[in-house]
Every structure is written in structure tokens, then in C-alpha cells.
């Protein structure tokens, strides 16, 4: 199982340019994709539909999307309104079917200076031949800190609670007049695990300790409920984002690929490719034998 996570940066590449077949290209050959920054009707990105076209790009998968970030973008001609919403938020791709999704808006602080924006994380059941799997494609907080430990801290409820709150739906149809269920069985809301994501913090960094926790002594300790990052634990040393600060140019590792500790010891390879140029982030990939 090939897994991609990949801030498309709405189509613009390092060259500056709006191409969003570059990012589309990128994509080819992975069968789970998480990415962040889709775009819906935006003005700089000639109004168009960047979830639709990447499933025309790629028809041969199931997709979701899940915007954050929702304002008004409609017009009225004459006496009629033409409704459309400009929106921008993650998207999950599949080779197998997405049972089900939910989108879970993270916790906002407003900002004064420079811009804030609504950040999510997508949640994807998806019906994997080796058994169901949750993905997540999620985007962190940009700015601060402090700001992305409280996203973090609700997403670790959100993972905690998981098996207490299940699936979509639960429980006996009582109304079978109103086909609630459509004749389905309860979806799954397995276990496993995998976050793949814009993090915006780095390997080591307090935010990332707090979603692994700190083993000095046990650096390849595992918790049953805890979460494992797949570039550590393959050994891989990479980048996923290049920036100048202060003068200088910064390598760093902000995106990154967790996976829960069941899935571990199916992990094959992590990677990136420092060549590709269709967004200032690098696709990160992953290799799982399942």
C-alpha cells in the first residue's frame, strides 16, 4: 500500500505558477492521498474546482473533501443567484472505497497580524482489500505554537474517543420506513490508524513530542494506543519544505506520516522527492505492506 501526503499549495509551484496537472502528476502510482490546501472557486486560481478536476485527473479513485475554510463567493445575475462557495481545506483519494468521512473543524485563534485561518483534519474510513483503515489528512496551524499544541490536544480527544463514539451511524434502525440505513450493515470504525499531514512543526519539536510522547531510553518504544512516526522509524532523514529565515535557507521536515503502533511492523519505506517542483511543499511518501 502506497500512501502520499502532499501540500498541493493550490496549484502553485515553486516556479510561482498556477499548474495544478503538475500536482495531479505528482499523485500518479499512490493508493491512499492525503493533501492539504485545495482550493474551491478561488479568484487566484481561475475560480476553478480543484476537487473535480483531480477526479477527473485521476478517475480510477474514490475522493473526499472536507473545506475549512468556507465564505461566500456568490453572484446575482439579474433576479437569479448563482450559489458558490469559496473554500479551501484537505482531500483524501482512494483506490478503494471511502465508506465514510467526518471533518473536524481544529480549534482557532483569532490573529491580528499576520492572517489566521480555519485548519481541519478529514477523517476517511476506507475498505482497504487487507481491512478497514481510518485516514486522516490534516492541516496545522501556520503561526504559533501554542496555538497548534491546543489542535493537537483535540485531536488526540478526537483519536481517544474514537471506539466510545464509532462510526457515522450505530445502532438499530427503529424508523425502517425512512431507510435510514439503505439496507447496510454498521459501518466499520477500525483501529488502525494512519495522520498524514501539514504538521508546520518539526521532528523533536514540542508539538511532536506531545503526539508521540518522549522515550529517551526506548526510542522505538510503542504504545497500543500510541502513534508512530513512519520517517523515524524507518530511519529516514528528509525534507519536506525549504524556506529563507532570517537570510539564511531552512530545510525542514514539516510534513509527516503517523501511523498507529498496530500498523509498525508493515512499514517498507519513507521518502520524499526533492526534485518535484509543483508546490513549495514535497510529496512524502510511504510504503506499507498491507
Not at 496549484?11 to 496537472?21: A, I, K, M, V, W
Given at each position: 500500500?502506497?500512501?502520499?501526503?502532499?501540500?498541493?499549495?493550490?496549484?502553485?509551484?515553486?516556479?510561482?505558477?498556477?499548474?495544478?496537472?503538475?500536482?495531479?502528476?505528482?499523485m500518479q502510482g499512490a493508493d491512499i492521498m492525503a493533501l492539504q490546501e485545495v482550493d474551491r472557486h478561488w479568484?487566484?486560481?481561475?475560480?476553478?474546482?480543484?476537487?473535480?478536476?483531480?477526479?477527473?485527473?485521476?478517475?480510477?479513485?474514490?475522493?473526499?473533501?472536507?473545506?475549512?475554510?468556507?465564505?461566500?463567493?456568490?453572484?446575482?445575475?439579474?433576479?437569479?443567484?448563482?450559489?458558490?462557495?469559496?473554500?479551501?481545506?484537505p482531500m483524501i483519494l482512494s483506490r478503494w472505497p471511502i465508506v465514510w468521512t467526518r471533518l473536524h473543524l481544529?480549534?482557532?485563534?483569532?490573529?491580528?497580524?499576520?492572517?489566521?485561518?480555519?485548519?481541519?483534519?478529514?477523517?476517511?474510513?476506507?475498505?482497504?482489500?487487507?481491512?478497514?483503515?481510518?485516514?486522516?489528512?490534516?492541516?496545522?496551524?501556520?503561526?504559533?505554537?501554542?496555538?497548534?499544541?491546543?489542535?493537537?490536544?483535540?485531536?488526540?480527544?478526537?483519536?481517544?474517543?474514537?471506539?466510545?463514539?464509532?462510526?457515522?451511524?450505530?445502532?438499530?434502525?427503529?424508523?425502517?420506513?425512512?431507510?435510514?440505513?439503505?439496507?447496510?450493515?454498521?459501518?466499520?470504525?477500525?483501529?488502525?490508524?494512519?495522520?498524514?499531514?501539514?504538521?508546520?512543526?518539526?521532528?523533536?519539536?514540542?508539538?511532536?513530542?506531545?503526539?508521540?510522547?518522549?522515550?529517551?531510553?526506548?526510542?522505538?518504544?510503542?504504545?497500543?494506543?500510541?502513534?508512530?512516526?513512519?520517517?523515524a522509524m524507518t530511519g529516514a532523514v528528509l525534507h519536506s519544505h525549504e524556506k529563507i529565515i532570517a537570510g539564511?535557507?531552512?530545510?525542514?521536515?514539516?510534513?509527516?506520516?503517523?501511523?498507529?503502533?498496530?500498523?509498525?511492523?508493515?512499514?517498507?519505506?519513507?521518502?520524499?522527492?526533492?526534485?518535484?517542483?509543483?508546490?513549495?511543499?514535497?510529496?512524502?511518501?510511504?510504503?506499507?505492506?498491507?
Open positions: 500500500m502506497i500512501l502520499l501526503s502532499y501540500n498541493i499549495q493550490y496549484g502553485f509551484g515553486t516556479d510561482g505558477r498556477y499548474d495544478l496537472s503538475r500536482a495531479a502528476q505528482v479568484q487566484r486560481t481561475d475560480f476553478d474546482d480543484q476537487p473535480a478536476r483531480l477526479e477527473s485527473a485521476l478517475p480510477s479513485h474514490y475522493t473526499a473533501y472536507g473545506p475549512a475554510f468556507d465564505m461566500d463567493a456568490s453572484q446575482r445575475i439579474g433576479t437569479r443567484v448563482v450559489n458558490r462557495r469559496r473554500q479551501f481545506g481544529l480549534p482557532l485563534r483569532r490573529m491580528l497580524d499576520p492572517l489566521n485561518t480555519q485548519t481541519a483534519a478529514l477523517e476517511a474510513c476506507i475498505a482497504a482489500p487487507s481491512g478497514p483503515l481510518r485516514v486522516f489528512s490534516l492541516h496545522l496551524a501556520h503561526v504559533g505554537t501554542p496555538e497548534r499544541l491546543v489542535q493537537i490536544t483535540h485531536l488526540q480527544t478526537i483519536l481517544a474517543q474514537s471506539a466510545a463514539s464509532g462510526p457515522p451511524w450505530s445502532g438499530t434502525d427503529d424508523e425502517p420506513s425512512r431507510n435510514w440505513t439503505e439496507g447496510q450493515a454498521e459501518p466499520p470504525n477500525p483501529a488502525s490508524v494512519v495522520l498524514m499531514g501539514d504538521f508546520n512543526c518539526e521532528p523533536g519539536s514540542a508539538e511532536m513530542t506531545l503526539l508521540l510522547g518522549q522515550n529517551p531510553y526506548h526510542p522505538g518504544a510503542r504504545y497500543a494506543d500510541g502513534l508512530v512516526d513512519a520517517a539564511q535557507r531552512r530545510l525542514r521536515q514539516l510534513d509527516h506520516i503517523l501511523i498507529s503502533a498496530d500498523l509498525a511492523p508493515h512499514l517498507r519505506r519513507v521518502w520524499s522527492d526533492p526534485n518535484q517542483t509543483a508546490s513549495d511543499h514535497l510529496p512524502l511518501w510511504c510504503d506499507l505492506s498491507l
